[in-house]
């Protein structure tokens, strides 16, 4: 039984959904959020992630400090019940406000936030700071939904609000809501989730997975993906599938054999020179190869290497060969080296692979006409 408990059922709107009524501390007692950086018990994902980012923290005391002013008003929650079928004995606990007995009969994920995490956040926070706040908080129960259609019904209320990363919406179709799924948009994310988690994989823990900024990991998930959209059209798929090649072997072969040829871009270590006062001077180099550009590029230019090696008789040494010629490439961003002329991102891919196949198929340098 929660302390200064107020949950209240106000109706049954259909088979599917309820309005109910819940305080800051029984929220914070019940709530759940399933979380991509944490597990979710409930997940099919293979290490269990949830589909939602972090909570953005610098907005939770606006909103807290929102919650103290006078006249603030309480929006509805909407969350996920994940109950079964068991609805009536589920509406009973809430109105008995018997929090300890939904959690031990169905979990503590039971009641998943699907929209809502900042609000529910701040309301919390503001109470914590002032246990005299005991508003009513309507939340909107939904019922049967699986976790795949929890994850596919957060998409679509905040794809059509506040912009998600496409990376982490991405990678919860892959994972989730398209799983099962055999068509060449799935077939590719999966692709792209293998590149990123195969323990054989150049890419594995150098990809960017939710879209959140991070220095260290330049490409995303999405930039990954979409990169590989372009190396395996399903033209391309289908001669592979009946050469009888395994298409994942493929694409991490290309990508290892890239790392080996251009070991000092792939894995750069600083420069080190003597400064004027005889001290050793430690400058970071930058590559582009693990750019969206350098990526992208080489993503296309794998899509012909493949394509020729799928014309021999002997497939793996004839993609070796052609890729290895890309260890050539000057990838180091300075100013006047003329591999690295292009622009950066999805702009810049038509210039640079355009330079990284005229070296590869015709030999010629960038400086050649």
């Not at 990954?224 to 001669?239: A, G, N, Q, Y």
């Not at 014309?311 to 260890?327: C, P």
């Not at 050539?328 to 210039?351: C, L, T």
Request: glycine content about 6%; overall charge negative.
């Amino acid at each position: 039984m929660s302390s200064n408990g107020k949950m209240k059922v106000l109706g049954v709107l259909s088979p599917l959904e309820a309005i109910a009524l819940i305080t800051p501390p029984e929220m914070k007692e019940l709530f759940f959020i399933s979380r991509f950086e944490d597990s979710d018990p409930d997940s099919p994902a293979p290490d269990k992630h949830g589909y939602q980012r972090q909570p953005i923290e610098a907005r939770i005391p606006g909103i807290a400090r929102y919650y103290a002013e006078p006249g603030s008003r309480t929006t509805p929650i909407f969350v996920s019940c994940r109950i079964g079928d068991e609805v009536a004995d589920f509406l009973k606990l809430w109105d008995a406000r018997d929090i300890a007995g939904i959690l031990d009969r169905w979990g503590t994920s039971a009641v998943s936030v699907i929209d809502g995490q900042h609000r529910f956040l701040g309301l919390v926070r503001h109470w914590e700071d002032d246990n005299e706040f005991l508003p009513l908080v309507p939340v909107i129960l939904n019922f049967g939904l699986s976790f795949a259609e929890e994850a596919q019904f957060f998409d679509i209320i905040n794809s059509t609000q506040r912009k998600l990363p496409k990376a982490l919406i991405e990678i919860t179709k892959a994972d989730v809501t398209e799983a099962g799924v055999v068509d060449h948009a799935q077939r590719v994310r999966l692709l792209a989730t293998m590149l990123a988690r195969h323990e054989d994989s150049v890419w594995r823990g150098q990809v960017n997975l939710t879209g959140a900024r991070d220095p260290n990991k330049p490409v995303t998930f999405e930039g990954l993906r979409r990169s590989s959209v372009s190396m395996f059209p399903k033209e391309i798929l289908d001669r592979i599938d009946e050469r009888g090649f395994d298409a994942e072997k493929v694409a991490r072969d290309y990508w290892r054999t890239v790392a080996v040829a251009c070991e000092d871009a792939w894995n750069p270590e600083p420069s080190v020179t003597v400064g004027e006062d005889g001290e050793d001077v430690v400058e970071k180099r930058s590559y582009r190869i693990k750019e969206l550009v350098g990526v992208a590029s080489l993503a296309r230019l794998g899509k012909d290497i493949i394509a020729s090696a799928l014309e021999h008789d002997d497939f793996d040494t004839k993609m070796s060969t052609l890729t290895s010629r890309i260890g050539s490439v000057d990838w180091e961003k300075r100013k006047g080296n003329e591999w690295m002329a292009s622009q950066a991102g999805f702009a810049g891919q038509a210039d640079l692979y355009s330079v990284l196949y005229r070296w590869v198929y015709l030999s010629k340098m960038p400086s050649d006409e």
